[in-house]
Every structure is written in structure tokens, then in C-alpha cells.
């Protein structure tokens, strides 16, 4: 029965030292920003939000008004994900009709990085109409809590950072409401099955 | 008919004493996509075959455009990571193991100019067994693949 006691504190003692590893290892990770899924507004994903376009206009969710689009949270240093999304949207739109199918919505997550001109240069480089958006922290964070979509600085050499990032693409109907999501675990065809419902 | 026999043994020969042709490790379709200036990372994929009888790794890429280094993109629950594949990539004999989007793939830093469509630059990669191999790399635009 010691024995056993022993056991079980030294499982405790250990299993403290692991959360407290994690902890400082969180710690280093910072500045850095979380926005954990509320299980609550899962049904209220979207809804309406003021960001910043690339001419550095206020840009209201109003705009789109009448207009199905597909929502991408990323940031421009984002070498694989981010772009790899965005052009499967891009194919995907073309191959739908072009852009007046829907709308391509790309929101940075690093804001600090990513002003109007970054996120804007970045739309440009798909060859088509993609709506980037950037914005105060404060509102891209409010944003980020509406859709659920959370971002982590990952520290990488020489201060540079890349951000692990929630890749879903959110798809709101042409009345503003969110519809189904595409994970980039999702194939082609699955994602254009998705489309092709959003613009009905 | 009298030529023909002494020619075949010689070529027989000569196949004999020739090392095997193929390369072992074979790499094909390098490419990237564009990048913006002041973007500094992009990604490059490409195909790697291992036609070898033995296993072989990828252990160092290295780029004349800035700093290579070979990453794994995770996705788990919606939420992508990038992961740096610090034991290299392990290449069992007789398989294919693509470099591909959300995936491996090697990741430049530190890059000296903007990828822009169209043009080429070489990744060299360095494998355990194999030793350096070069691939062309061709930068396309971002909404092409």
C-alpha cells in the first residue's frame, strides 16, 4: 500500500513537472496570441466585423452583402499553407465560373507584419480578385473569436516566426450566413462540392 | 553472321563490367511558387525516388538563393503546424516520396530576391548514401499549382 502511494505522488510529482515544462515552453512562445473555439458560438460561426483593406480603408463585412465568399485566415510570410489554400480557391473559382462565382477573403493573423500594403501585394500575387485583409490587433482578434480560428507564434532562428494557424476555409452565403467549412485535410473534389452548394 | 557473334560478347561484356546505370535516388519535378519582396520564406517541392536497393536519407538541402531547410507541415484538427525535420527524411528503397504542398517540403529563408514566375534556380540535397544531388527548381505563379 506504500508502495503504492509512492507511486501515485511520484506520478503526481511528475506529471507537475511536465505541466510546468509546458508552461515555460508557452511562455517562450511569447508575444503571442490564442483564441480558443467557444463551444458555444460553434453555431454562430462569422457575423459581422470592420477590418482594414489594402488601400488601408476600413473594410465592413456589410460590403459583401449579396455575395457568397470563402473565408482564409493566414499571413503573408506563410510559405506553404497559406498559398497552397489560396490557389486551390483560385483553381477551384475558375473552374466555377471566375469571380463573379464568390468571393476570396484572405485575413492575416499577424497583423504586425501584415499592413494593408503587405496583405494587399499578397491578394495580388493569385492573378484574380482575393480581398485581403488585415487590421488592429484588437480587430483582428475579434474576428479570429467569431470564426473560432485560432494562431500560435512559432518561434523560428534569428527572431523570425512562423504561425501555426487554424486552415480551415469558412464559407458564408450570399445572406451572410456560415455554411460548412473546407479543411485543407479535404479533397479537391470535396471542396468544390462545397462550392459549387455555396453559390447554389 | 561471323561479326555479329564476337560484337554480342563483347557488348555481353562490357555489361558485365559496367557499374549499374541507373541512379539510385532520382528527383524530379522541382518547383515553387512566386514570391512577394519582403516575404523572405517560400517553399519548394519536388519528387524524390529511391530506385536503390537500400534505404537511403535526405539529411541537408541547401539553396543558392538563401537558406534551405527541410519542414513538415502537420494538420490536426484544422490547425496547421510546420514542423523542422531535424533527423532529415528517411528514404526506404524502392519508394517515391514526394516533396508536396501541406506536406515535406523544404523551406527558403533569407531569400536574396523575390521568386518570380518563370524563372529557375538549383537546390542541391545531400543524401547519407547517395551524396549531393542537384535539381532544377522552376518558380511558377501561385494560382498555377
Known amino acids: ?200 | 553472321m561471323k561479326q555479329l557473334f564476337p560484337t554480342g560478347i563483347a557488348a555481353l561484356a562490357l555489361a558485365a563490367c559496367s557499374p549499374p546505370a541507373a541512379p539510385e535516388i532520382l528527383l524530379d519535378d522541382g518547383w515553387a511558387r512566386a514570391s512577394l519582396p519582403g516575404q523572405g520564406s517560400a517553399a519548394a517541392y519536388l519528387a524524390i525516388d529511391n530506385r536503390g536497393p537500400s534505404d537511403d536519407r535526405l539529411v541537408a538541402v541547401t539553396s543558392e538563393r538563401g537558406s534551405a531547410s527541410l519542414h513538415r507541415t502537420t494538420i490536426d484538427g484544422g490547425m496547421a503546424r510546420m514542423v523542422p525535420l531535424a533527423e532529415g527524411l528517411a528514404l526506404p528503397a524502392g519508394e517515391r516520396h514526394p516533396l508536396e504542398p501541406q506536406r515535406d517540403h523544404v523551406m527558403l529563408t533569407d531569400l536574396d530576391a523575390p521568386l518570380r514566375a518563370g524563372e529557375r534556380f538549383t537546390l542541391t540535397l545531400q543524401f547519407e548514401k547517395a551524396g549531393a544531388r542537384e535539381i532544377d527548381i522552376h518558380v511558377v505563379a501561385p494560382g498555377e499549382r
Request: charged fraction near 25%; hydrophobic fraction near 45%.
Open chain 1, 1 to 200: 500500500m506504500r508502495r503504492l502511494r509512492l507511486l501515485l505522488w511520484a506520478a503526481v510529482a511528475l506529471a507537475a513537472i511536465g505541466y510546468g515544462l509546458l508552461a515555460l515552453r508557452a511562455g517562450e512562445d511569447a508575444p503571442r496570441s490564442t483564441s480558443r473555439p467557444d463551444p458555444d458560438a460553434v453555431l454562430s460561426i462569422g457575423g459581422d466585423f470592420t477590418l482594414v483593406d489594402a488601400a488601408g480603408e476600413p473594410f465592413e463585412s456589410r460590403q459583401l452583402a449579396g455575395r457568397p465568399h470563402a473565408v482564409f485566415f493566414g499571413f503573408t510570410h506563410c510559405p506553404d499553407v497559406c498559398p497552397t489554400t489560396l490557389a486551390q480557391l483560385v483553381r477551384l473559382r475558375e473552374a466555377l465560373g471566375g469571380e463573379e462565382a464568390f468571393e476570396i477573403l484572405f485575413i492575416s493573423v499577424d497583423p504586425e507584419r501584415d499592413g494593408p500594403e503587405e496583405v494587399g501585394r499578397y491578394a495580388e500575387l493569385f492573378g484574380t480578385d482575393v480581398i485581403g485583409l488585415t487590421g488592429s490587433r484588437a480587430q483582428i482578434e475579434t474576428v479570429m473569436e467569431q470564426f473560432g480560428v485560432a494562431a500560435i507564434r512559432a518561434p523560428g532562428e534569428g527572431g523570425s516566426y512562423q504561425v501555426d494557424h487554424t486552415a480551415n476555409v469558412f464559407l458564408i452565403d450570399a445572406d451572410g450566413a456560415f455554411q460548412s467549412t473546407i479543411s485543407p485535410e479535404e479533397s479537391a473534389a470535396a471542396a468544390r462540392a462545397k462550392l459549387e452548394r455555396l453559390i447554389g
